[in-house]
């Protein structure tokens, strides 16, 4: 009898996780570059048919996974997280600071006090000391010292800053008389990554790639993906996830109608013909 109640109760946790999912891709509607997350729903009887042969129990032998609880069978639960990593639109803004990247695998690397990162948000300037930063103060890495923290220095009575389709920056100083002369100072480090769903979001637009798989980021700076003028918006579309949180809200009610009608009826009824059995 309480099958039923387990299986109301997974799937009303499963909802609460996915309500907490919609409700931070709404909150991130505005965020450059953010890419929303989803989660996949499953139940245990699939999951527990694809593993049993690799069951954590004595011997790991089919006949251990006997002793597994079967009222569990069909008990609703988020089996993946994942990161829908699609482009956003593109948002004209004519600052030569601001870059959007045009490949969807293609990523800035950024010095952050916890280790290199990786993001899509373009949205840089340059610091009191001229450095090339983020939104966050991170400094932007250059693509010869993206191993060693090379960052990019501009000298900011620079005139006029230009970046090109592969990352390279120039400027021309217009109080020369060589005015027409784009000097070249350094180059943005463009990457990507062989197997990009190893990338592990850490907080709103900054992504990291495990330590054993640096081996799979490459440079891409040749592949002309930068797009300077330009800043790449969320791509959360809100008339949907607005429909998944009306959606998401309307399962929750149902799942708690159940639960409660479980608890109140057809346990009652059940102790109430036991005790008359009695």
């Given amino acids: 009898m309480q099958n039923g109640f387990y299986n109301a109760t997974g799937g ?156 390279s920056i120039y400027v021309r100083e217009l109080n020369r008389a060589d005015i027409g002369e784009a000097e070249p100072i350094g180059e943005i480090a463009i990457v990507n990554f062989t197997n990009p769903k190893y990338l592990k979001k850490v907080g709103n637009n900054l992504y990291e790639l495990p330590a054993e798989r640096l081996n799979e980021r490459q440079s891409i700076n040749n592949n002309n993906v930068v797009l300077s003028g330009f800043i790449e918006k969320s791509n959360i579309n809100p008339v949907e996830e607005m429909t998944a949180l009306i959606s998401t809200n309307r399962l929750v009610d149902m799942y708690s109608k159940v639960m409660k009608t479980y608890q109140d009826d057809l346990n009652t009824e059940a102790i109430t013909k036991l005790a008359q059995k009695g």
């Fill in 12 to 167: 009303m946790v499963t909802q609460f996780n996915r309500l907490d999912v919609i409700s931070n891709n709404l909150a991130n509607a505005n965020t450059n570059a953010f890419k929303r997350d989803d989660v996949v729903i499953g139940d245990f009887m699939r999951l527990y048919e694809e593993a049993k042969h690799e069951l954590p129990l004595e011997n790991h032998t089919r006949e251990s996974s006997k002793f597994l609880n079967r009222t569990l069978n069909r008990v609703p639960i988020v089996v993946m997280e994942y990161n829908d990593m699609s482009i956003g639109s593109f948002n004209r803004t004519e600052n030569p600071l601001d870059l959007a990247l045009s490949n969807q695998n293609a990523f800035f690397a950024i010095q952050t006090p916890n280790g290199v990162r990786y993001t899509r948000d373009g949205s840089f300037s340059l610091n009191d000391n001229g450095i090339l930063v983020t939104k966050q103060g991170y400094p932007v890495l250059s693509n010869a010292g993206i191993n060693e923290g090379g960052t990019i220095n501009i000298n900011l009575s620079s005139n006029n800053i230009e970046i090109s389709k592969d990352g």
